[in-house]
Each structure stands twice: as structure tokens, then as C-alpha cells.
């Protein structure tokens, strides 16, 4: 259950934070702009969309075998149990 949780913190911070960035984005220009000419300043820095990108999905990935381990714990544990009570 914890993990559902986490997972839409997660969500609601991703799908949260674009309304306020567009609202800091200046009005779309009228003419094409050649990549060259565009200032460093307002180029997006793609190493920390990568990262965080890989970062979420081994987030995601990790808890999911996580969640799987432990409910093969429990599995294990009804299993150990129906043993015993068998003889």
C-alpha cells in the first residue's frame, strides 16, 4: 500500500509541475529560429531530463521486485505452514 502511495506523490509531483512552468514561458516567436542562435540560457540541459528519466525507472523497477519479493515471502510462509499441518 505504501508503494501506491509513493508512486502517486510521484505522479501528482510530474504532472503538477508543468502548469507552472508554462506559465514562466515567454510568448512563442513569430519566425523560425535556428538552434545556433538560440542563447544557452533558454537551451534545455538534457543530462538532467536523462537522469532523472533513468532515475524513475529504477525507482519504479526496484519497488516492483520489492513488492514481489515480499509476496513471495508470504506465499513461502503459507506453504511452511499447510507442511505442518499436513503430518
Known amino acids: 500500500m505504501s508503494f501506491l502511495r509513493i508512486l ?3 505522479a501528482a509531483l510530474a504532472f503538477g509541475a508543468p ?3 508554462a506559465a514562466q514561458q515567454p510568448p ?3 519566425e523560425f ?8 540560457g533558454e537551451q ?6 536523462v537522469a532523472a528519466a533513468y532515475g524513475f525507472v529504477w525507482v519504479v523497477l526496484l519497488g516492483y521486485v ?19 499441518r499436513k503430518r
Open 19 to 21: 502548469p507552472a512552468i
Open 28 to 30: 512563442p516567436q513569430s
Open 8 to 10: 502517486l506523490v510521484l
Open 33 to 40: 529560429v535556428p538552434v545556433d542562435e538560440i542563447p544557452p
Open 44 to 49: 534545455i540541459p538534457a543530462i538532467n531530463l
Open 66 to 84: 520489492w513488492s514481489i519479493a515480499r509476496r513471495l515471502q508470504k506465499v513461502e510462509a503459507e506453504l511452511v505452514d499447510l507442511e505442518s
